[in-house]
């Protein structure tokens, strides 16, 4: 009898896996891969110590365990209830199509997937698959046929075809949907790869760049980041949707004179203006590509704290989200002129995933600090503890000292690297002042060209251009030298909890 437990069990398992490529098949419906939500609503209810207790074991790789344990976790279960399931009986197709619904509905539920035509046709395509998944595995193979071969032959098919097809319906989705859905990324944590260097040179944003031509070659980022080129990281499964007609800016808390904005009210503040600023995750890798250098429009912090007046005894801005995220910057900081709370990006409104209707945007300060979906400025007497500070992020998260190599390309026997650089201050403008290059893997350095600045808060583009007739591989590492003569540091630490540092190395052939 055992055997026959084994097989139940096996194709439980199997039956959990085809479910869960429906529930992929189906979140283009619901707004996302519902799994990624239920991880993430894992990390967010948790206690803050908990989650510093994960992140300190795993790592910035503690999301993506966390995904594939929940994803385990389903197959696991799967595979149990398989292994009790009673005996093929006239009633238990019905009970077990009753079970997949019950059990797709709940996991929506605590996806938090609103009830809509689109949700209920989500549950159908998820619980379809696995359902006729179960009706092929469950009747006379694992009953009567004593073959095992053909048994597993049976499940592999199942398993294989099954599945594969559900990813494939889902990538033709995509693919028609251009691509750009949300859907199933695992945001945050996850910092992509280290190579980087995606970027297509000369995919500038429509607006005139100052970027200089001579550092657009092959793999180097526009100078000023296109919005659909920039990175998103956010808690959220699906972004929060805010209507600008009923939106509302609310300034209050330890202030004289507390105050609301309409969106078009903050659209035609004079306080007004507009820059080109680096904006990078605190997770990003060394030479990842969470990173970008948008132009932003947006309108002084600083006024629009100024206007309400704020109490003597006022320590800390609180900015609040719709999403309940929260940040918080010392008031003295705020008096910068260039921290703002932006409301454009290129030359459109902000898009929802970068924070629609408005974002606070604080220059030389990781991305986590740049609260999105942005719905009221709280100034506060007390110390605030914000969203990732609880999760035992760096409170003040200014930029480390950054350098990576992205671009490399040759001409004849001239061989020429290139990338970027960037680093944060406390208060003060960017401090890049030298940029070191090594093709030879740091036995040797000399120094890279720098572009001219573009922003107080941009990144600086570098090159370096050398002769090659006879070589072609090379080992190139880069490191930045800021303006009081500090070369940043050489040692790895990893994101969490102020953000990586170390130097970039890259093999490239050429
Ligand atoms: N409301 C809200 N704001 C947020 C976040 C969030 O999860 N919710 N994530 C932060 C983090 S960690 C980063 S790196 C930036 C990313 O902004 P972007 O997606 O526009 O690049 O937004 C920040 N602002
Ligand atoms: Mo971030």
């Not at 197709?93 to 989500?122: C, N």
């Not at 944060?424 to 030879?440: F, K, M, N, Q, R």
């Not at 572009?451 to 090659?468: C, G, L, Q, T």
């Amino acid at each position: 009898m055992r055997s026959t437990t084994v097989r139940r069990g096996t194709v439980g398992a199997v039956v959990g896996t085809v479910w869960l490529a429906g529930l992929y098949l189906a979140a283009p419906l619901v707004g996302g891969f519902a799994p990624v939500a239920l991880a993430e609503g894992i990390i967010v209810r948790s206690p803050g110590w908990l989650s510093t207790l994960a992140v300190g074991l795993l790592g910035f790789s503690a999301k993506p365990v966390l995904l594939a344990s929940v994803l385990v976790g389903i197959v696991a279960l799967s595979a149990i209830g398989g292994a009790v399931w009673p005996r093929v009986r006239a009633e238990t197709p019905f009970l077990a199509g009753f079970l997949a619904v019950g059990a797709t509905v709940a996991v929506f539920l605590a996806a938090g997937v609103p009830l809509s035509p689109s949700a209920v046709l989500g549950v159908v395509v998820a619980v379809v698959p696995a359902y006729i998944a179960s009706r092929l595995l469950s009747t006379p193979t694992t009953r009567r046929s004593p073959d095992r071969r053909r048994f597993l032959r049976r499940i592999g098919a199942v398993a294989v075809v099954g599945t594969g097809s559900l990813l494939g319906v889902r990538a033709a989705f995509d693919r028609l949907a251009g691509g750009r859905g949300r859907g199933g990324d695992v945001d945050g944590v996850d910092a992509g790869g280290s190579d980087g260097g995606t970027d297509a040179a000369g995919e500038a944003s429509p607006v005139a760049t100052p970027g200089d031509p001579r550092f657009d070659f092959e793999g180097m980022p526009a100078a000023v980041t296109a919005p659909e080129d920039h990175y998103v990281v956010d808690i959220n499964i699906r972004p929060p949707d805010l209507d600008p007609a009923s939106w509302t800016l609310d300034v209050d808390g330890a202030v004289e004179r507390p105050y609301s904005l309409s969106y078009d009210e903050l659209r035609e503040h004079d306080a007004s203006v507009e820059q080109v600023t680096t904006m990078v995750c605190v997770s990003n890798t060394v030479g990842g590509d969470l990173i970008g250098t948008p132009r932003w429009t947006g309108v002084q912090l600083s006024d629009l704290v100024a206007d309400a007046d704020p109490a003597a005894e006022a320590v800390d801005v609180v900015t609040h989200a719709a999403d309940g995220y929260s940040e918080a910057i010392p008031l003295d900081i705020v008096e910068r002129e260039d921290i703002l709370i932006a409301y454009r990006m290129g030359s459109e409104p902000l898009a929802t995933e970068h924070g629609f209707p408005a974002r606070l945007l604080v220059p030389g300060r990781y991305g986590m600090k740049m609260t999105k979906w942005i719905t009221r400025i709280e100034v506060s007497a007390a110390d605030h503890e914000a969203y990732w500070e609880a999760r035992g992020w760096d409170e003040e998260a200014v930029v480390n000292t950054m350098s990576y190599v992205r671009g490399v390309e040759r001409d004849g026997d001239r061989v020429v690297v290139g990338g970027v650089a960037f680093g944060g201050l406390a208060t003060g403008v960017e401090e890049i002042a030298a940029v070191e290059v090594s093709v030879d893997g740091g036995d040797t350095w000399t120094e890279a060209e720098l572009e001219s600045p573009i922003a107080p808060h941009a990144w600086r583009r570098w090159r370096y251009a050398f002769d090659a007739p006879n070589r072609s591989e090379f080992e190139v590492v880069v490191r930045a030298i800021t303006r009081d003569g500090t070369v940043q540091t050489e040692e790895r630490s990893s994101p969490r909890p102020s953000g990586a540092t170390g130097w970039h190395r890259r093999p490239v052939r050429v």
